[in-house]
């Protein structure tokens, strides 16, 4: 895959995934939403974490021409999921650095 436009793509979804969590975490607050909505943010927050929609993405990027490179390397989905582990870690690290 073309590294700079994978890149491009990446920066995309953070400033997507940024909007999203932000609100997400909003929403989490009591005074905010009632009970049935917040647990809905809170899932769509897990799953933003645990970095599946971002494993999504790369592997749909990589099945189109666009993000492929001039080298044929095959693409699978254990090479998608492979950013899971990492988002995650991102994830641990950012909460423990909040006070």
Known sequence: ???????GLLVVYELAYFF???TGVWYTHPAVADN???DAVTVLLLLLIS????A????????????????RIPFTWKRALGVV??????AVCEKMLVF
């Open 36 to 38: 049935g909505f917040r």
């Open 1 to 7: 895959m073309d590294v700079v436009r994978v890149l």
């Open 85 to 90: 582990p990492i988002l995650f870690a991102i």
């Open 51 to 54: 970095g599946l929609p971002a």
């Open 56 to 71: 999504l993405l790369i592997k749909l990027a990589s099945l189109h021409p666009y993000f492929r490179a001039t080298s």
């Open 20 to 22: 999203l969590w932000r």
